[in-house]
């Protein structure tokens, strides 16, 4: 029956599109972000929503709307732009002083793009690094069979590696992953580009600040055992450990997510996060799930009556005003495809161990919870996240995150005809705040640091406040 489902994609909308995207977390205090500074990131995150997403709307020469694939790479290109955020242009040192950049980017439905998820690392000339991993994605097709384009003087030539194609791989680092940049025709920069000063003060302040905490340390000042301090956070100082990211629906159905990063500050050169690592920083999947029923598309509320662990779930998501209802006569059993996609951001480490991404994936299609509640239960307050820093929470920085995502649910008739449709954004952390802003239902712009307060609303004018997006679509970076 799959096979009927996957023959819609790219052929007739079937859902309204949605964007969120996100711009770091962490330890984002009023004490840590000025009222001033924080107009900066609202005017950039408004401003980049809103282009996004009349992107995402604005049909093609050819009539259709753009993929979430191109809409993520879009917005995630818009943020490494941006000075502000801990991504290209503004990507954060390593311990020697050098910008390492990362990227991934991800899709649920593999049926155009096989590949489904890739992730680049190492990188020191690519001005945008979620180009050059969208680029993988697309290829990847070509690429698996042994068919990708061929890359020239893969021998013989000084300083140049034996790089044909991409091939199969789905994490490629460093000089080889320049390389395919380079072939592909992407823009490199000499990497004095990504130098920007307050990342460099940064920097330079972590390494003092540590060195200062070990000499406290050694001085008996410090008890035994207690943390020396570290170069890449504090608890009185913003500094960025996170990443930017951006999760997309489109009409079609495919929920993609794109995420890049500048790694951690003062991060050991070399080292890799979780941004690129496919199911600790990022993840996208879909899968079907059967239900037993009335016919879909009834004018009864729910429109799917449901049976044991699901009830709750799609009953709840399916039987809002805002479902998209596209209508049916097959009188078949009812099948439902449900999308998710997520984008991390915060202790990358955290991630890796904790396998984050994916988990949410996998709370959510085999515990058959919510995308909401899976996502919460893995990077809200008191999490998977948060429980593994263990009795370090709070010292180091360790566990400190958010995600956002999308998770789209889709309702089939026995002949495959999409009937029904349902999105939701979603987003939690456990930490001071998380840079953020999404679309919602009725094309209404939001913007939000922290959680719900209306006295931090007070401090920080536009908090949460609903703006139009075509206010917003002029060159205000």
């Known amino acids: 029956m799959w096979e009927s489902y996957e023959s819609q994609i790219s052929r007739k909308p079937i859902t309204q599109p949605r964007i969120i995207i996100h711009g770091g977390a962490g330890n984002i205090r009023p004490e840590t972000m000025p009222p001033e500074r924080y107009q900066l990131f609202r005017a950039s995150l408004l401003t980049i929503i809103s282009k996004s997403h ?23 290109t818009l943020l490494e732009d941006d000075p502000l ?53 697309k290829r990847g097709g070509q690429d698996l069979v042994g068919k990708g384009v061929a890359v020239e003087d893969v021998e013989g030539a000084e ?43 940064q920097h330079r302040r972590g390494l003092e600040r540590e060195k200062a905490m070990a000499e406290l340390t050694c001085s008996g000042l410090h008890g035994c055992g207690t943390p020396a301090g570290t170069a890449s956070w504090s608890s009185d100082e913003f500094i960025p450990q996170g990443t930017v990211g951006a999760v997309v ?10 995420t890049s990063t500048g790694g951690l500050t003062n991060k050991l050169t070399g080292r890799i996060g979780d941004t690129p690592t ?6 996208a999947e879909e899968w079907l799930e059967e239900l037993e029923g009335q016919k879909a598309g009834s004018s009864s509320c729910p429109a799917v009556v449901l049976s044991g662990a699901l009830k709750g779930l799609v009953a709840d998501c399916l039987s809002t005003p805002r479902m998209y209802q596209l209508g049916s006569s097959s009188p078949k059993r009812v099948v439902t495809k449900r999308a998710i996609a997520v984008s991390g951001t915060g202790n990358g480490d955290s991630f890796l161990r904790t396998t984050a991404a994916r988990t949410v994936g996998a709370i959510a299609q085999f515990g058959k919870e919510s995308g909401a509640v899976a996502l919460t239960k893995v ?6 996240l948060q429980r593994s820093a263990g009795d370090r929470w709070g010292k180091t920085g360790e566990g400190e995150g958010g995600m956002i ?52 609303a007070a401090k920080y004018v536009g908090e949460g406040i609903p703006e139009d997006p075509q206010n917003w679509c002029g060159e205000k970076l």
């Open 54 to 76: 009349r992107f995402l709307l604005n049909p093609l020469p050819d009539g259709s709307l753009p993929t979430a694939l191109d809409s993520a790479t879009y917005a995630v």
């Open 85 to 137: 955020y801990n991504a290209g242009r503004g990507a954060v040192f390593t311990r020697d002083g050098i910008n390492e950049l990362e990227a991934s980017i991800m899709i649920t439905n593999p049926t155009r793009w096989p590949k489904r998820g890739v992730g680049v690392s190492g990188l020191r000339r690519v001005k945008n690094p979620i180009k050059l991993a969208a680029e993988l994605l």
């Open 159 to 201: 300083g140049r590696l034996n790089v044909p194609s991409a091939q199969g791989h789905t994490h490629l680092h460093g000089a080889a992953a320049e390389q395919l940049a380079e072939a592909y025709g992407l823009e490199l920069v000499d990497p004095s580009y990504f130098w920007t000063k307050d990342r460099w003060e």
């Open 249 to 258: 629906v489109d009409a079609y159905g495919t929920v993609c997510v794109a």
């Open 278 to 283: 496919v199911g600790a920083g990022f993840w």
């Open 379 to 384: 990077t809200g307050p008191g999490g998977e």
């Open 405 to 456: 995502g999308i998770e789209c649910i889709v309702v089939y008739d026995g002949d495959g005809n999409a009937v029904e449709s349902r999105s939701e954004i979603l987003q939690d952390f456990n930490c001071g705040g998380m840079l953020r802003a999404w679309v919602d239902e009725q094309g209404v712009a939001f913007m939000r640091v922290f959680r719900k307060d209306p006295a931090l």
